[in-house]
């Protein structure tokens, strides 16, 4: 974390984030996983897996999904919701990326 200004906490340059990798984020307390889509669009959610807590910026992307590294769980890195036939989600976290930056919204 390097600042906090106006509910954003910047996470810092998209050009480092790894395609299709997670990365980790702290906000205080509350650990988040980062990722940049194939797309180009960064998302980030709380980096622990409602199944058994795995560290989901270890998982495998592929499209706007994550797959759990512990038990292969489907979740959308969009909005947190974990895919059917399990059930369950994570918070997702608004991100903004302005010139090169990466901000998470709080």
């Known amino acids: 974390m390097v600042e906090n200004t ?6 810092g340059k998209y050009s480092d984030l790894p395609e299709r990798l997670g990365k980790t984020a702290f906000i205080g307390k ?3 996983a980062i990722f ?4 180009g669009n960064v ?3 709380k980096n622990r897996c409602p199944h058994k807590g795995g560290v ?3 998982g495998m992307v592929s499209g706007e999904h994550v797959f759990c590294p512990m038990h292969d769980w489907k979740i959308n890195v969009c909005d947190g ?3 059917a036939p399990d059930h369950g ?3 997702a976290f608004k991100v903004e990326v302005e010139e090169n930056l990466v ?3 709080i």
């Open 6 to 11: 106006l509910g954003r906490v910047l996470i």
């Open 30 to 32: 509350e650990e988040i």
């Open 36 to 39: 940049k889509l194939a797309n």
């Open 43 to 45: 998302r980030a959610i």
């Open 56 to 58: 989901l910026a270890e």
């Open 81 to 83: 919701q974990v895919q």
């Open 89 to 91: 989600c994570v918070k």
């Open 103 to 105: 901000y998470i919204v």
